[in-house]
């Protein structure tokens, strides 16, 4: 059994039904500040764009926001999609947080776009294929090294220069999982939303994983695995409030996009409703906290995860900190 691996927090700012973005934002930053004070080692925001009922989107502006408002967790981005961005941007905007916020900043890329392609093409600033996105990397690298300087081009960023930002890649196909151990970087697994192939992909990154690689910033493979969470009382509260996320995976599926819908009975919802929300979020841990921990620790016994990222959504976002808050009662036993 995997004992005390970290525990992580990634947040997409969700907006509930009869509730606002402005609302969203500030229950996401009582989370923070929630995981901050229970012990979590990260918090996390995933860049989405196009998507009314996300807030996720300006993640340096989070994580500012969220590092400012806590005290020791780390905070980062999962990801930054970076071929929306120029990258001596993100160094330069990420190189402030580290120098803002010593030690606590971390930067996660992703080599997706993070929405549709219309809007991607409004966004795109940098290629998204494999080796631009290698290069791209290593002059992020460059930029937060010693001297600040790109690897392939003479241009310094004297912002970032010796803040040695953490990098990790995040993926949820061998393609990334490529990526992240040629570089050997460590790799984060989006399993949450992506859960087919998850073992080929941790092992196609633990057998392409290079410690001698000029990038690396890791002597081994270290592994972060993506599992959605909702942790109640009871198995049956849990199972109630575990619907509004079904229902979230049915309007993202119909092209809906409703915001968060309030809880329903389980027995109500149809049954096709079941069996694309359980295929889509299969990797997923619902229940009373010891039911949670013992799912978290198998998911961890059976990925070799070096750490988890949970994911928990709730219409009401109280139900959300209770869920974090048992989680980490539970875990420290």
């Known amino acids: 059994m995997r004992n005390h691996i970290p525990l992580n927090v990634l947040d997409l700012v969700p907006v509930s039904a009869g509730s606002d973005m402005n609302a969203a934002l500030d229950a996401s930053l009582d989370s923070a500040k929630l995981a901050d004070e229970l012990g979590y080692e990260r918090y996390w925001y995933a860049e ?8 996720a989107s300006a993640t340096d502006l989070l994580i500012e926001r969220a590092a400012a408002n806590t005290h020791r967790i780390r905070v980062g981005s999962g990801g930054v999609m970076l071929p929306n961005h120029p990258p001596l941007m993100v160094a330069e905007a990420f190189g402030t947080l580290a120098r803002l916020h010593p030690g606590r900043i971390d930067l996660g890329l992703g080599r997706a776009p993070g929405t549709d392609p219309t809007t991607s093409s409004l966004l795109a ?3 998204s294929a494999p080796q631009a996105v290698m290069r791209n990397i290593a002059d992020l690298i460059g930029w937060f090294g010693p001297e600040g300087r790109a690897l392939s081009a003479p241009v310094v960023s004297g912002v970032s220069a010796g803040t040695n930002v953490p990098i990790w890649v995040l993926g949820s196909s061998p393609v990334g999982a ?7 970087l460590p790799f984060a697994v989006a399993s949450h939303f992506a859960p087919d192939g998850l073992q080929q992909v941790i092992e196609t990154y633990r057998a392409e994983f290079n410690a001698d690689a000029p990038t690396a910033q890791t002597e081994c493979p270290r592994v972060m695995v993506g599992v959605n969470v909702m942790v109640a009382p009871t198995d ?3 199972r109630r409030l575990w619907t509004t996320v079904q229902q979230m995976m049915v309007s993202v599926r119909t092209g ?5 819908q309030p809880t329903v009975d389980p027995e109500s919802l149809p049954v096709e409703v079941h069996r694309f929300s359980d295929a889509m979020l299969r990797v997923r841990a619902v229940g009373t906290a010891d039911v949670v921990v013992a799912q978290l620790r198998a998911l961890a016994d059976v990925t070799g995860a070096d750490e988890l990222i949970t994911v928990t959504y709730a219409h ?3 139900d959300r900190l209770r869920s974090m808050r048992l989680l980490a009662e539970a875990w420290e036993r």
């Open 236 to 238: 049956a509260e849990a």
């Open 316 to 318: 009401d976002s109280a």
């Open 48 to 55: 989405h764009h196009n998507t009314e009922q996300l807030g």
């Open 256 to 260: 809906a996009r409703l915001p968060l």
């Open 125 to 127: 600033r940098s290629g």
């Open 178 to 184: 490529t990526i992240a151990g040629a570089m050997g």
